[in-house]
């Protein structure tokens, strides 16, 4: 078993709110370790495994929440791929920076853990 496939063994166990409440905590990581450069490479690996738990989640997600998850794994590709480039500094990167957290508040809400 590689290590992609035991990550989505142990992720696809959690219902759907524990799997909602873990993308708005990787969002909330990308969100918070963005700013330093020696983060770079934990920063990477959760854009790209976050990635991944939308792939494993969105057919388990309400059709409104599939959509925003859609909408949401473009995002992280496009910022994904401006990080490998090197091209995620300034105003760019700020921006990252808000629309992680702000993604990140607006999953945990819908995943209904604060309740």
Do not use: C
Not at 8 to 36: H, K, Q, V
Not at 101 to 115: F, H, N
């Amino acid at each position: 078993m590689t290590r992609l496939e035991a990550v989505r063994e142990r992720y696809m166990r959690d219902g759907l709110e524990t799997r909602l409440g873990g993308l708005a905590a990787n969002l909330a990581r990308i969100a918070s370790f963005s700013g330093r450069m020696k983060n770079h490479a934990s920063v990477e690996y959760l854009l790209d495994e976050s990635k991944w738990f939308i792939e494993w989640m969105i057919s388990d997600a309400p059709p409104e929440t599939q959509g925003e998850l859609a909408d949401l794994q473009i995002q992280l590709a496009v910022w994904h791929q401006a990080w490998q480039q090197g091209k995620m500094e300034g105003d760019r990167l700020n921006e990252m920076i808000a629309h992680a957290q702000a993604w990140s508040e607006r999953l945990l809400e819908r995943s209904g853990l604060l309740k």
